[in-house]
């Protein structure tokens, strides 16, 4: 596993920004965003899967940065936080109140819906 410095600059940042970031956040295992477009991964992918990933949502006037990096960084007014990715059914408990986005599709109905009554 290999961890990835990932920075973007967005053109039109309104268009494919919170996209973009769901992408990056299931790249790897894990993964830190100690800046509004920069972000590091833990990943078993390559340098070229990992932009494989992200090119359809980058406009051509979108900048994109993916370098394998070594864990020492010097970080000014900012902090780096590891994140572990959510896996629906894997670390998430049943009753929890944590939402694995994507979120996973809600289950089948054990019986089917009753139709409502008609009104006379």
């Not at 990933?53 to 979108?62: F, Q, S, V």
């Not at 000014?76 to 998430?92: E, K, Y």
């Amino acid at each position: 596993m290999r961890t990835y410095l990932i920075s973007y600059d967005l053109a039109k940042p309104n268009r494919n920004q919170h996209v973009l970031a769901q992408v990056i956040m299931g790249l790897g295992e894990k993964w830190a965003r100690p800046l509004s477009n920069t972000w590091y991964v833990s990943s078993v992918l390559e340098e070229f899967e990992l932009e494989a990933e992200m090119k359809d949502l980058l406009g051509e006037d979108d900048g994109l940065v993916i370098q394998a990096v070594k864990r020492e960084a010097v970080l000014t007014n900012t902090s780096l936080r590891w994140f572990r990715q959510r896996r629906a059914g894997l670390d998430i408990a049943p009753d929890s109140n944590i939402i694995a986005f994507p979120a996973p599709p809600a289950p089948e109905p054990m019986e089917p819906e009753l139709p409502f009554a008609k009104a006379c």
